[in-house]
């Protein structure tokens, strides 16, 4: 049984057109250009309970829009949803009150006002048991450190600080579905290594699905089992990490220190991609090639001081497709 | 009912914030009675009664409107328009409540606000530096209040109109500009609308504006009559029925254009 | 410059509202001296041409400092989002940057009614506009200016010491546009116009001159002719000004994130 399940969703935007100079400012009053923005073209889904997801693309590639429909802020323009078997748009009441959504980009706090007021309001409006509430805080202390910061007015908060206050906002009602639209942007090391606790923790101890954007490959690599790629509005690849980078790049590259080099050395399957004075890089599909047999061929003709294998690299995978789309 | 009462409470709080926000707002009330006063003992030095009023009852009428004024400030226009501008309004709707009724009560817990840190000082200072505004007849009280609270209502609904039109028209900016003139000279809240010529008296009589300020504060002083108090009221009623009906259609419209468009 | 005239055609349907909608403001302002004078005859000795002359000339002071110095009215926010961050990086005095910042082509719709009004009372009022006035019309204009830019420079200032979302600012956009400037200062108690002449000089943008143009008498005698005394105490007080605002300057305090 799938807990969220999008078909067909397409979402388009009519937008004006703005030209430059006073010429384009009239033009723009009487006669405005209209573009079509196709945000969303055919983007089908569906996701486990329990399941982490990472949604990742390009800017502008749709993945606030999708999140923005999921959640019901959104109507498609045609396409089906489903999350946890309702239409958000129809039962938006019921849907947007067991899920949670954080925006990096957009604060849902009270600005002027001590955290801890928000934190209070949503208890309010989201009926949450004193109970529930408590424990929730409890574990949102201890994942994030939010007591110390609940008495402080959220303009004074750092932007570290203030993410996490956002999150823990979005979690006190223990929601069954956590929508992250990049929660990690512009942290700072440590900052990004709390939130990745979290998401970790709370979707272990709470079975909480989770859809989590972000432009840090670093946040997929360390959460996510499983990835979804959008670009241009299509997804153009869904499926395990590890698959998508190993198919992707299936490439390794062994490096060799040498004294002397050997410009000409070839091996079946093989490629010298560069050569230095006593440096040489060749590459290599493990599908094919056996590490160790190449590294025997090779001692053979020249002599090894070091010698290094490198993965190959979830940046170049994801530039890759990227590129293609 | 509860989260509502604490939207109330979160405006409150935020309008305590800084010290600064609290002083000077009140300072431009005392400024304001000083200012209208002082411009009717210049105009009655000449004429003792205009248009069956005295000093004092005028005296009054600037005092009194300076306090249902300093009540009645809402919001909704312009955080409708801010949060249009920084694309945050579709978010709103991630939170299970209605967003109008959320509105009202972020309104109300200003008029509260208001009450609490304006009331009392203003009518100190009034009393100390001008006169005690005193109703003309102490048994219209109940009816006086009564209207004040519709005239909140009813101007509340004409910022919400113009808070949804700016919705709407996101591109023509922020249209208190449009409501602030039409209010401040339609409304009657500074210079009561007896004084203006009769072509444009008429024309107010079909407006919703001159039932804000003036009628409360015309039932004050005791400018109309029983019967004549009574019908005003009544048809502020009217007119917030009308409006109330008109907004829920409106936000229907807005609501599904939100829906579509995004924010 | 360039940059603040582009940023205003982004929005030509908002310039639409506001070229519609300022000049109402002001038109209600004259509506409501009309109102008043033609039902009382006179109002201490102003006609209603003269209050016209007078209201005029404010709100032509008015669209001038928003031309050249709106940017002063932003201060609070500047400093509350930290925003003026921005404007201390440039290597650059940080009050001058403000300024040239501030250049805004929207003043031009702030200015325009108050033209049309003062020229409709001089026209009416038959002045004499020789070169001596003239040259003391252009004193006035500057002087009212910089008074106006000094009264929102402090303002602007007391949010280096102190939080505020504006307060004193927005304060001082009514004070100015409805209560000293709409309506001539001698309607006061003597104890105002002694405040309103001697702390915070609003009387010289405009009621004194019309004063003085008008050949009235002005509540204090003063002995040096009036529209002379506006420019002079405009540059003392726009300098006294300044100086609050680099002291406030020092205490900036930048925003969390
Ligand atoms: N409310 C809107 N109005 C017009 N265009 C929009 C709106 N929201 C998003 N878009 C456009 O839709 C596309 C997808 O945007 P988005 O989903 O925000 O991308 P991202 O993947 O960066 O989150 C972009 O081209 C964006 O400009
Ligand atoms: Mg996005």
Same mark, same amino acid.
């Given at each position: /049984?799938?807990?969220?399940?999008?078909?067909?969703?397409?979402?388009?935007?009519?937008?004006?057109?703005?030209?430059?100079?006073?010429?384009?400012?009239?033009?723009?009053?009487?006669?405005?250009?209209?573009?079509?923005?196709?945000?969303?073209?055919?983007?089908?889904?569906?996701? &486990?309970?329990?399941?982490?997801?990472?949604?990742?693309?390009?800017?502008?590639?749709?993945?606030?829009?999708?999140?923005?429909?999921?959640?019901?802020?959104?109507?498609?323009?045609?396409?089906?949803?489903?999350? /946890?078997?309702?239409?958000?748009?129809? &039962?938006?009441?019921?849907?947007?009150?067991?899920?949670?959504?954080?925006?990096?980009?957009?604060?849902?706090?009270?600005?002027?006002?001590?955290?801890?007021?928000?934190?209070?309001?949503?208890?309010?409006?989201?009926?949450?048991?004193?109970?529930?509430?408590?424990?929730?805080?409890?574990?949102?202390?201890?994942?994030?450190?939010?007591?110390?910061?609940?008495?402080?007015?959220?303009?004074?908060?750092?932007?570290?600080?203030?993410?996490?206050?956002?999150?823990?906002?979005?979690?006190?009602?223990?929601?069954?579905?956590?929508?992250?639209?990049?929660?990690?942007?512009?942290?700072?090391?440590?900052?990004?290594?709390?939130?990745?606790?979290?998401?970790?923790?709370?979707?272990?101890?709470?079975?909480?699905?989770?859809?989590?954007?972000?432009?840090?490959?670093?946040?997929?690599?360390?959460?996510?089992?499983?990835?979804?790629?959008?670009?241009?509005? &299509?997804?153009?690849?869904?499926?395990?990490?590890?698959?998508?980078?190993?198919?992707?790049?299936?490439?390794?590259?062994?490096?060799?220190?040498?004294?002397?080099?050997?410009?000409?050395?070839?091996?079946?399957?093989?490629?010298?991609?560069?050569?230095?004075?006593?440096?040489?890089?060749?590459?290599?599909?493990?599908?094919?090639?056996?590490?160790?047999?190449?590294?025997?061929?090779?001692?053979?003709?020249?002599?090894?001081?070091?010698?290094?294998? &490198?993965?190959?690299?979830?940046?170049?995978?994801?530039?890759?497709?990227?590129?293609?789309? | 009912?509860?989260?509502?009462?604490?939207?109330?409470?979160?405006?409150?709080?935020?309008?305590?914030?800084?010290?600064?926000?609290?002083?000077?707002?009140?300072?431009?009330?005392?400024?304001?009675?000083?200012?209208?006063?002082?411009?009717?003992?210049?105009?009655?030095?000449?004429?003792?009664?205009?248009?069956?009023?005295?000093?004092?009852?005028?005296?009054?009428?600037?005092?009194?409107?300076?306090?249902?004024? @300093?009540? @009645?400030?809402?919001?909704?226009?312009?955080?409708?328009?801010?949060?249009?501008?920084?694309?945050?309004?579709?978010?709103?709707?991630?939170?299970?409540?209605?967003?109008?009724?959320?509105?009202?009560?972020?309104?109300?817990?200003?008029?509260?606000?208001?009450?609490?840190?304006?009331?009392?000082?203003?009518?100190?200072?009034?009393?100390?530096?001008?006169?005690?505004?005193?109703?003309?007849?102490?048994?219209?009280?109940?009816?006086?209040?009564?209207?004040?609270?519709?005239?909140?209502?009813?101007?509340?609904?004409?910022?919400?109109?113009?808070?949804?039109?700016?919705?709407?028209?996101?591109?023509?900016?922020?249209?208190?500009?449009?409501?602030?003139?039409?209010?401040?000279?339609?409304?009657?809240?500074?210079?009561?609308?007896?004084?203006?010529?009769?072509?444009?008296?008429?024309?107010?009589?079909?407006?919703?504006?001159?039932?804000?300020?003036?009628?409360?504060?015309?039932?004050?002083?005791?400018?109309?009559?029983?019967?004549?108090?009574?019908?005003?009221?009544?048809?502020?009623?009217?007119?917030?029925?009308?409006? @109330?009906? @008109?907004?829920?259609?409106?936000?229907?419209?807005?609501?599904?254009?939100?829906?579509?468009?995004?924010? | 410059?360039?940059?603040?005239?582009?940023?205003?055609?982004?929005?030509?349907?908002?310039?639409?509202?506001?070229?519609?909608?300022?000049?109402?403001?002001?038109?209600?302002?004259?509506?409501?001296?009309?109102?008043?004078?033609?039902?009382?005859?006179?109002?201490?000795?102003?006609?209603?041409?003269?209050?016209?002359?007078?209201?005029?000339?404010?709100?032509?002071?008015?669209?001038?400092?928003?031309?050249?110095?709106?940017?002063?009215?932003?201060?609070?926010?500047?400093?509350?989002?930290?925003?003026?961050?921005?404007?201390?990086?440039?290597?650059?005095?940080?009050?001058?940057?403000?300024?040239?910042?501030?250049?805004?082509?929207?003043?031009?719709?702030?200015?325009?009614?108050?033209?049309?009004?003062?020229?409709?009372?001089?026209?009416?009022?038959?002045?004499?506009?020789?070169?001596?006035?003239?040259?003391?019309?252009?004193?006035?204009?500057?002087?009212?200016?910089?008074?106006?830019?000094?009264?929102?420079?402090?303002?602007?200032?007391?949010?280096?010491?102190?939080?505020?979302?504006?307060?004193?600012?927005?304060?001082?956009?009514?004070?100015?546009?409805?209560?000293?400037?709409?309506?001539?200062?001698?309607?006061?108690?003597?104890?105002?116009?002694?405040?309103?002449?001697?702390?915070?000089?609003?009387?010289?943008?405009?009621?004194?001159?019309?004063?003085?143009?008008?050949?009235?008498?002005?509540?204090?005698?003063?002995?040096?002719?009036?529209?002379?005394?506006?420019?002079?105490?405009?540059?003392?007080?726009?300098?006294?000004?300044?100086?609050?605002?680099?002291?406030?300057?020092?205490?900036?305090?930048?925003?969390?994130?």
């Amino acid at each position: /049984m799938s807990i969220i399940k999008a078909v067909h969703l397409r979402k388009r935007f009519i937008v004006k057109k703005k030209e430059p100079g006073l010429k384009g400012a009239l033009k723009g009053i009487f006669a405005p250009k209209k573009i079509i923005i196709n945000a969303l073209d055919d983007v089908s889904f569906s996701m &486990k309970k329990g399941e982490i997801i990472g949604l990742i693309g390009p800017n502008g590639a749709g993945k606030s829009t999708t999140i923005k429909i999921l959640t019901g802020i959104l109507q498609p323009l045609s396409g089906e949803v489903e999350v /946890m078997g309702l239409n958000p748009q129809k &039962k938006r009441a019921e849907v947007v009150s067991r899920i949670g959504v954080v925006f990096g980009q957009r604060s849902q706090l009270y600005w002027d006002i001590r955290l801890g007021e928000s934190f209070e309001l949503f208890r309010r409006i989201y009926r949450i048991p004193d109970e529930e509430y408590n424990a929730n805080l409890e574990l949102m202390d201890s994942l994030l450190g939010i007591r110390r910061l609940i008495d402080i007015p959220v303009r004074q908060l750092s932007l570290g600080q203030r993410m996490r206050g956002e999150i823990v906002s979005a979690v006190l009602h223990s929601p069954d579905i956590l929508f992250l639209d990049e929660p990690t942007i512009g942290l700072d090391i440590q900052a990004k290594r709390n939130i990745r606790k979290f998401i970790r923790e709370i979707n272990q101890k709470k079975k909480t699905t989770i859809i989590l954007t972000t432009h840090d490959l670093g946040d997929v690599q360390e959460l996510c089992p499983r990835l979804v790629v959008i670009n241009k509005g &299509k997804i153009i690849e869904d499926g395990a990490l590890d698959a998508i980078v190993h198919r992707l790049a299936p490439e390794r590259i062994l490096q060799i220190d040498t004294d002397k080099v050997k410009k000409d050395f070839t091996y079946p399957h093989c490629k010298m991609i560069k050569c230095e004075e006593n440096k040489m890089w060749i590459s290599f599909n493990r599908e094919n090639v056996s590490a160790s047999k190449l590294i025997a061929a090779l001692s053979a003709e020249v002599r090894i001081n070091d010698l290094q294998v &490198k993965e190959p690299d979830i940046e170049d995978a994801i530039e890759q497709i990227y590129g293609e789309g | 009912m509860n989260k509502y009462l604490y939207i109330m409470r979160i405006k409150i709080i935020s309008h305590l914030a800084y010290d600064i926000d609290v002083i000077f707002p009140l300072l431009l009330n005392f400024v304001w009675i000083i200012t209208m006063t002082s411009i009717w003992k210049y105009v009655y030095a000449q004429n003792p009664d205009i248009h069956g009023v005295s000093l004092p009852q005028m005296q009054t009428y600037a005092i009194v409107s300076t306090l249902v004024g @300093c009540f @009645c400030r809402h919001e909704v226009q312009e955080e409708l328009y801010y949060r249009m501008r920084q694309g945050t309004i579709a978010i709103d709707f991630i939170r299970p409540m209605n967003l109008v009724v959320s509105w009202l009560f972020e309104d109300i817990g200003n008029m509260v606000n208001n009450l609490l840190k304006n009331f009392v000082p203003i009518l100190l200072f009034a009393v100390i530096f001008i006169q005690v505004p005193l109703p003309q007849n102490l048994s219209i009280i109940p009816l006086f209040v009564l209207s004040v609270l519709l005239c909140a209502l009813l101007l509340w609904l004409i910022s919400l109109f113009f808070g949804l039109l700016t919705v709407v028209w996101v591109d023509f900016g922020n249209l208190g500009v449009i409501r602030d003139p039409l209010l401040k000279i339609m409304a009657g809240s500074f210079v009561p609308l007896w004084f203006f010529p009769g072509w444009f008296r008429k024309v107010s009589d079909w407006l919703p504006f001159k039932y804000t300020y003036q009628t409360p504060l015309s039932i004050y002083i005791g400018k109309l009559s029983m019967t004549g108090s009574l019908a005003a009221v009544g048809i502020q009623a009217v007119w917030i029925t009308v409006l @109330c009906v @008109c907004m829920y259609l409106f936000w229907q419209k807005v609501k599904k254009r939100l829906l579509i468009q995004g924010g | 410059m360039r940059c603040a005239v582009q940023s205003w055609f982004e929005y030509p349907l908002e310039m639409l509202c506001w070229i519609i909608f300022i000049p109402l403001y002001s038109f209600g302002g004259l509506l409501l001296l009309k109102v008043i004078s033609t039902q009382f005859s006179e109002i201490g000795g102003w006609t209603f041409h003269g209050l016209a002359f007078f209201y005029g000339l404010g709100i032509v002071t008015h669209g001038l400092h928003v031309i050249f110095f709106f940017a002063v009215w932003h201060t609070n926010y500047m400093v509350l989002n930290g925003e003026f961050d921005r404007i201390l990086l440039y290597p650059m005095n940080p009050f001058f940057m403000f300024i040239i910042q501030s250049f805004n082509i929207a003043g031009y719709i702030d200015i325009t009614p108050g033209i049309i009004i003062f020229t409709y009372a001089c026209l009416k009022l038959n002045l004499d506009w020789n070169a001596v006035a003239i040259l003391k019309l252009i004193a006035v204009l500057i002087g009212g200016t910089l008074i106006r830019t000094g009264i929102f420079m402090i303002a602007g200032a007391i949010g280096f010491f102190r939080d505020t979302r504006n307060a004193v600012t927005n304060f001082m956009v009514d004070f100015l546009a409805y209560n000293t400037t709409a309506f001539p200062l001698n309607i006061y108690p003597y104890g105002i116009q002694v405040i309103l002449t001697f702390l915070i000089p609003v009387g010289f943008i405009n009621t004194y001159p019309a004063q003085d143009f008008m050949g009235m008498d002005n509540t204090f005698s003063i002995p040096i002719n009036l529209s002379l005394c506006t420019l002079l105490v405009g540059i003392a007080f726009f300098l006294l000004a300044y100086g609050f605002f680099r002291f406030g300057l020092k205490h900036y305090k930048s925003t969390g994130s």
